[in-house]
């Protein structure tokens, strides 16, 4: 109901149709970041029209979950976004004002359990950063004592027998552990975690849904999460919105960055970023041809675990969601010439298909990835040596990259390994990154 203009009009065919829910979409966090900045406006919206701004952040609420445009919800929404307008606030993505939640389902010695996991960006080195876990959260982390008796305890003259009690604690009560902690003792969740993991005890079988939560707004914390479905207001939208005092605020940032919420609640919308950061400008003109060299290597191994992480998810079973979305991740890794030759463990007859059709048939279960055999990426070659900066797009000689050692140089039949692939020089707004192109995959299949 709260469309801009009716989209009966794309509905003269499917086709049509398709494309334009497909450009309506917020399919990437990164769209959302765009939409909600102003550098991306709504199909639907007028660059022209006076309340731009206003209708463009309005579209970024999931719609649904409001009535009509009367809804004290709504209005609600709406002075949001005031807020937004008034004091020019703006996200990005090296921001210390937001967090992603990954519900996640995994198993515990072979029990079924389910925990989140806060995740928050970190500064690297130079104009690089990372995703990184700030906090585990979940009942199977709370260590709590079955029986909270104050007579189970260490003795008062328990150093008289060299704490024998000890070895009992362990043996007979060791679910009771807590009872023997000092009170000043700070139980941590989160190291309970990394050790459950570091132990092989718990296994993260897949992320069961995904949630974006931003503070950047005064008074106020928003939720985004992705929704799937065949309207102009899909992927991924502010699914909640409340309003935060900086008191609750601040015990959230506390809870996530060891920067103290002081320290972030006086910055600026600007300088709310990772304190290492350097910057931007001067971090550009001083960088060297070694600097670019390592960014250009560490950027590829990234895509290569990007790579394997889109082919799991688009073979879960928890992909209806956004599998167009993780499908065009894939195809931007890859070379528009790339072929993917399919090694069956039960044909005689391999099969070479481009990395479109390669994603169709994983997405509709025609084939299972057993192992991805090998890769072609391309190299830093010494003729990067004579780039200028103003150079856009260069030339590089390609390799292979194995994930296991390749038994034959002929594994490719499709292309030969001398081809030539291309790396972009890009102007991100984390600074100047060489991004490979990656050629011809081979896969084993059944």
């Known amino acids: 109901m709260f469309a801009i203009s009716s989209i ?29 900045n102003g550098k991306e406006v709504h199909p639907d919206i007028s660059i022209t029209n006076d309340e731009a701004r206003k209708k463009n952040l309005l579209m970024l ?26 004091n020019s606030i703006h996200v990005n993505f090296s921001d210390t004002t937001w967090a992603a939640v990954a519900h996640c389902k995994g198993t515990l010695e072979g029990k079924a359990v389910r925990f989140d996991l806060y995740l928050t960006v970190q500064h690297r080195t130079g104009n690089m950063y990372k995703w990184v876990i700030s906090k585990a ?8 004592p079955r029986n909270e008796s104050e007579k189970i305890m260490l003795h008062p003259d328990d ?24 009170k000043r003792f700070d139980y941590d969740v989160t190291s309970v975690f990394t050790y459950l993991v ?36 899909a992927g991924w939208l502010i699914s909640n919105f409340y309003k ?42 001083t960088l060297t041809i ?22 799991n998810f688009m073979q879960s079973k928890d992909t209806i969601r956004s599998q167009s979305v993780y499908q065009n991740k894939m195809i931007s890794l890859f070379a528009d010439s790339s072929k993917v030759r399919l090694l069956y463990s039960k044909k005689s007859k391999d099969c070479v298909v481009s ?21 072609c990426v391309p190299n830093w070659d010494d003729k990067i040596n004579s780039l200028t900066p103003d150079i856009n797009r260069v030339e590089l000689s390609s390799s292979i990259y194995s994930f296991k050692q390749l038994k034959e140089s002929n594994n490719l039949a499709v292309s030969n390994y001398g081809q030539i692939l291309f790396a972009y020089k890009e102007e991100t707004e984390d600074g100047v990154e060489w991004i490979p192109a990656f050629g011809d995959m081979v896969v084993k299949v059944k």
């Open 61 to 86: 609420l999931d719609l649904s979950q409001f009535s009509s445009k009367s809804d004290s919800k709504f209005k609600e929404a709406s002075e949001m976004m005031d807020v937004v307008i008034k």
């Open 290 to 311: 070694i600097d670019y060299k390592e960014m250009f290597m560490k950027r590829r191994y990234e895509k290569i675990g990007q790579l394997c992480d889109y082919v």
């Open 137 to 144: 959260d979940g009942d199977l982390f709370n260590i709590k």
């Open 198 to 233: 570091y132990s092989k005890k718990l296994k993260i079988d897949y992320v069961d849904d995904l949630e974006f939560i931003f503070t950047q707004i005064p008074g106020y914390i928003f939720h985004v999460r992705y929704f799937e479905r065949e309207k102009n207001n």
């Open 8 to 36: 009966n009009t794309y509905a003269q065919g499917i086709s049509e149709f398709d494309v334009y829910l497909q450009t309506v979409r917020v399919g990437l966090v990164d769209e959302f970041l765009d939409r909600f």
């Open 244 to 285: 935060s005092s900086q008191e609750n605020t601040n015990a959230f940032l506390r809870m996530l960055y060891p920067q103290t919420p002081e320290d972030l609640a006086s910055a600026t919308a600007g300088e709310k970023s990772d304190v290492e950061i350097i910057d931007t400008v001067a971090d550009k003109d």
């Open 355 to 375: 990395v479109p059709d390669f994603c169709k048939m994983i997405i509709q279960k025609s084939i299972k990835i057993v192992e991805i055999d090998s890769l």
């Open 159 to 182: 150093h008289e027998t060299n704490f024998m009690s000890l070895r009992r604690m362990t043996s007979e009560q060791p679910f009771n552990i807590r009872n023997f902690m000092s």
